[in-house]
């Protein structure tokens, strides 16, 4: 797919984005643990590890992105290079892949679970060619800066370069506007819960 195309199919997803795990609930609600191996209390736990993993990413995140992170249209914040986007640009979709991740895992579906994150990585990475386009347009030279010191999907191990000055929200803010993710991660586990019981 060319670079155009492939824009503007993430300029599609990104105002669709909340929907579209929809397959992935049904996914997992609907098919069976298959075996007592694979549905073990290690294995539960080691999901629950993961989405535990995948929400800290993202508090820490929206700790550092704020309100903005929740938008649905092009609207742009300042370029922010703090905290975890001082690591990997995408700390939010890492973190959203992780949640996923770890709701397979804990549904005892492990072969299910490398399907989520291919499908999960094509459509957030629709979106970020999107999301890349848009912010070099509006922010320009800073944002190409930024872009060239800081990896698209794969956290650095080297300690962070200073990019510039950025806001840190409360964390009473941050919770607020996480609470919608913290109520479906509360959701999705009454959800396997009750499916483990049927």
Do not use: C, Q
């Not at 959203?96 to 679970?113: D, E, H, K, M, T």
């Amino acid at each position: 797919m060319n670079p155009d195309s492939m824009a503007r199919l993430g300029g599609w997803l990104f105002t669709r984005r909340s929907w579209l795990p929809l397959p992935i609930v049904a996914a997992l609600l609907l098919i069976p643990a298959g075996s007592s191996i694979t549905f073990s209390t290690r294995v539960v736990w080691a999901g629950v590890l993961i989405v535990l993993a995948g929400e800290a990413l993202r508090l820490w995140a929206v700790h550092h992105i704020g309100v903005i992170s929740r938008t649905r249209s092009d609207r742009l914040g300042p370029l922010v290079a703090t905290g975890p986007f001082s690591l990997v640009r995408n700390p939010l979709y890492v973190g959203n892949i992780l949640l996923w991740l770890g709701f397979a895992v804990s549904a005892g579906l492990l072969w299910v679970a490398p399907l989520v994150v291919l499908l999960l990585a094509l459509e957030y990475h629709a979106i970020v060619r999107w999301e890349e386009r848009l912010l070099e347009s509006r922010l320009g030279d800073a944002y190409r800066v930024y872009a060239a010191r800081v990896s698209r999907w794969v956290p650095s191990l080297r300690p962070p370069e200073r990019l510039g000055s950025g806001r840190r929200f409360s964390w009473r803010e941050t919770l607020f506007s996480e609470r919608g993710t913290l109520m479906a991660i509360v959701l999705g586990y009454l959800l396997l819960w009750a499916k483990a019981m049927v």
